[in-house]
């Protein structure tokens, strides 16, 4: 296929997820070492209706790559769903001498990002999303970052729970997904992890466990909940009402979201980034970049779009069976 990108935008979008900076910095750079410009477009696909594009060069992104969020600023953009605003969007594109996109975020951000190609402008997805919810991709930017914080925060609420023998609810994010919820369980040794995907919703289960567990001389009971399930704070007040064990909640919240990405999230978002860039200098377009079995590959976005993912049930199965 011809070469025919000269000037790369690229824009993050959705929820935003530590590592996006370096997957920005690794567009920005690889397009730069290539001989394109690149601009950046701030807020997301609202950015772009509003033209807020800014030129990039190789300074721009210097000191992002160990810094959490984005320096585009993210954002969600109704208008952006509409035929009209994604039309806009491509003519907008068009005005800036914008022939190639990449587009950093979740499932959403990529249906917008398939609009894009099919109106003419080159456009490549990367996952960008701490939920891990991307079903074509074993990986997405943010998520390591996001189960270490939460880790390292469920430790800290597992003490003070054995010190007052009590039984702790944490709320970790994943309005849909659970695989936070998994990992932590199994990081942290919960008791019980309530996945979105699993949870059925009896409590009275939960409750006997609770109790049986103290009677075989636990001191604490710790109970990872991902956000869809949520009502932790009510929860909490019923498990208590019901086994006499104090009982209480503690929503992990956007921190998650934050802080410093580590290694893992570093290096992957900015070998996507250049990966990125490497599709569209080779006449690419309407592709997702994923990691997939040991390797980084590409998929067509409506492809990408259509694979289903659930949690893996020997993980699951695994987790209960270390509870005991
Ligand atoms: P994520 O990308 O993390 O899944 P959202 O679902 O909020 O986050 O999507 C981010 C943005 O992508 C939306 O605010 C909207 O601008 C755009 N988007 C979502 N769905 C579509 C769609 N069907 N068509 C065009 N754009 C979309
Ligand atoms: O998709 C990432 C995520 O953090 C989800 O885990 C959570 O449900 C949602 O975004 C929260 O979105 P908001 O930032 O709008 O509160």
């Known amino acids: 296929m011809a070469k025919t990108v000269k000037t790369i935008g690229v824009l993050t979008s959705g929820g935003d997820a530590?590592?996006?900076?370096?997957?920005?910095?690794?567009?920005?750079?690889?397009?730069?070492?290539?001989?394109?410009?690149?601009k950046g477009i701030m807020r997301g696909y609202a950015g772009l209706l509003q033209e807020e594009i800014v030129d990039m060069k190789?300074?721009?992104?210097?000191?992002?790559?160990?810094?959490?969020?984005?320096?585009?600023?993210?954002?969600?953009?109704?208008?952006?769903?509409?035929?009209?605003?994604?039309?806009?969007?491509?003519?907008?594109?068009?005005?800036?001498?914008?022939?190639?996109?990449?587009?950093?975020?979740?499932?959403?951000?990529?249906?917008?990002?398939?609009?894009?190609?099919?109106?003419?402008?080159?456009?490549?997805?990367?996952?960008?999303?701490?939920?891990?919810?991307?079903?074509?991709?074993?990986?997405?930017?943010?998520?390591?970052?996001?189960?270490?914080?939460a880790m390292e925060a469920i430790d800290k609420v597992r003490d003070t729970s054995t010190s007052h023998e009590r039984c702790s609810i944490i709320e970790v994010m994943g309005r849909h997904a659970g695989y936070i919820a998994l990992w932590c369980g199994i990081a942290n040794g919960a008791?019980?992890?309530?996945?979105?995907?699993?949870?059925?919703?009896?409590?009275?289960?939960?409750?006997?466990?609770?109790?049986?567990?103290?009677?075989?001389?636990?001191?604490?009971?710790?109970?990872?909940?991902?956000?869809?399930?949520?009502?932790?704070?009510?929860?909490?007040?019923?498990?208590?009402?019901?086994?006499?064990?104090?009982?209480?909640?503690?929503?992990?919240?956007?921190?998650?979201?934050?802080?410093t990405p580590t290694c893992k999230d570093r290096v992957y978002a900015t070998i996507m980034g250049a990966k990125a860039v490497e599709l569209l200098d080779e006449g690419k377009s309407n592709r997702v970049v994923a990691y997939k079995n040991g390797a980084y590959v590409d998929f067509d976005i409506q492809e990408a779009l259509s694979m289903t993912k659930d949690i893996p049930e020997d993980q699951f199965d695994i987790s209960k069976l270390m509870s005991r």
Request: hydrophobic share 35%; with cysteine.
């Open 18 to 38: 530590p590592g996006m900076n370096a997957a920005i910095r690794g567009v920005v750079r690889a397009a730069i070492a290539k001989g394109m410009n690149v």
């Open 191 to 259: 008791e019980d992890i309530l996945l979105p995907e699993r949870y059925d919703g009896d409590e009275q289960v939960l409750i006997n466990r609770i109790i049986e567990n103290r009677k075989r001389g636990k001191k604490h009971y710790i109970i990872i909940n991902a956000e869809g399930i949520g009502h932790s704070a009510s929860m909490a007040r019923r498990i208590e009402a019901a086994t006499g064990i104090e009982t209480r909640a503690t929503i992990l919240g956007h921190m998650q979201r934050g802080g």
């Open 58 to 149: 190789s300074t721009s992104v210097s000191d992002i790559v160990n810094r959490g969020g984005t320096i585009l600023y993210t954002a969600r953009c109704t208008e952006f769903t509409t035929a009209e605003g994604q039309q806009m969007g491509a003519d907008i594109c068009k005005k800036h001498g914008i022939d190639g996109m990449v587009v950093i975020g979740g499932d959403g951000s990529f249906r917008g990002a398939g609009k894009l190609s099919a109106l003419g402008v080159n456009t490549i997805g990367i996952p960008g999303t701490i939920d891990l919810d991307i079903a074509c991709t074993e990986y997405t930017i943010g998520f390591d970052t996001a189960v270490n914080t």
